[in-house]
């Protein structure tokens, strides 16, 4: 039997069946809002980003 080129020299593709499930995103803020430091790093974005996007600045 003859054998096929492979680009990566033998190796095979195999299927990531990790990929086919996604966690709930109630799961993933589980875990993540666990953490006080990414509690306050959230915390800091959201305000980060209500300062700069959502407040107009002074007529002058």
């Given at each position: 039997?003859?054998?096929?080129?492979?680009?990566?020299?033998?190796?095979?593709?195999?299927?990531?069946?990790?990929?086919?499930?996604?966690?709930?995103?109630?799961?993933?803020?589980?875990?993540?809002?666990?953490?006080?430091?990414?509690?306050l790093t959230i915390?800091?974005?959201?305000?980060?980003?209500?300062?700069?996007?959502?407040?107009?600045?002074p007529s002058p």
């Open positions: 039997m003859a054998r096929r080129f492979s680009p990566c020299h033998g190796c095979q593709i195999k299927q990531r069946p990790w990929a086919l499930h996604l966690a709930p995103f109630a799961s993933l803020l589980d875990v993540v809002m666990a953490d006080r430091a990414a509690r915390l800091l974005f959201w305000w980060w980003l209500g300062w700069h996007f959502l407040i107009t600045p």
